[in-house]
Nanobody, 115 residues
């Protein structure tokens, strides 16, 4: 199982960014994919998830209405569209899959929201 995040960077408050997570090593279309983030000095926290079919999503209250998780099962990729970014969204963002009772994580991508 391999997960590779990309798309992070430095962005001004109020702007948008889209993260990608490319997956391999498992049947991507059969699994729920989840995004987490970890800010400096804080524990890793749940951001949002998308079920295997892409129909069901769920978000943390802190990002609801601003972030959208989507997936392209043909490309084995899950996305995190982040709009109206705030400085408190600054963190390393990770994607995760639970496969065969084990959690697999990507290496993370840094998002910094600052003017």
């Amino acid at each position: 199982v391999q997960l590779v995040e990309s798309g992070g960077g430095l962005v001004q408050p109020g702007r948008s960014l889209r993260l990608s997570c490319a997956a391999s090593g498992f049947t991507f279309s059969s699994y729920t994919m989840t995004w987490y983030r970890q800010a400096p000095g804080k524990e890793r926290e749940f951001v949002g998830l998308i079920a295997s079919t892409g129909i069901t999503t769920h978000y943390a209250d802190s990002v609801k209405g601003r972030f959208t998780v989507s997936r392209d099962n043909a490309k084995n990729t899950v996305y995190l569209q982040m709009n109206s970014l705030k400085p408190e969204d600054t963190a390393v963002y990770y994607c995760k899959v639970r496969f065969n009772s084990n959690d697999y994580w990507g290496q993370g991508t840094q998002v910094t929201v600052s003017s």
